[in-house]
């Protein structure tokens, strides 16, 4: 997995190709790469939130994917992954876009928070 830089990303956040890769209006868990590989949709994310996510989970679709999350509190700056299994590369599908939704517990006020995006590709 190749990290990607700003002008990979399409203009408005809509892409009507599959060509790149791309995202948008990801604020404070923030996806530094993605891809999608045999079947599974794999998301790498940062906390950028300045303090520890407690009880993460993330959803693709409004599915919920958290059991595929390698853990559940992150610090802040440290760095998550998500393996999902989707179902948005299916037969004769050339690539994905989907929303995805990230929601924490902020450590030091101890509210939830909702951080949302979308992730665009090809199907490999």
């Known amino acids: ?8 990303v399409s203009t408005g956040g809509v ?3 599959y060509g790149g890769k791309g995202l948008s209006d990801f604020a404070q868990m923030k996806v530094l790469d993605h891809t999608f590989s045999d079947g ?5 994310f ?9 009880n993460l989970s993330v959803s693709v ?3 919920d994917f958290s ?6 509190s992150v610090r802040a700056g440290d760095t998550f992954r ?6 948005v590369c299916g037969s004769g599908v050339g690539g994905y876009d989907v929303t995805v939704d990230i929601s924490y517990v902020n450590s030091v006020v101890g ?3 909702v951080d949302s995006g979308r992730v665009w590709g090809p199907c490999e």
């Open 82 to 87: 998500l393996v999902a299994v989707p179902d």
């Open 61 to 63: 679709e409004d599915v």
């Open 111 to 113: 509210l939830e928070r």
């Open 67 to 72: 059991e595929g999350l390698d853990s559940r």
């Open 40 to 44: 599974s949709l794999i998301l790498v």
């Open 46 to 54: 940062i906390n950028g939130a300045g303090v520890r996510a407690d």
């Open 1 to 8: 997995m190749g990290i990607f830089s700003a002008s990979d």
């Open 15 to 17: 892409s009507t190709s």
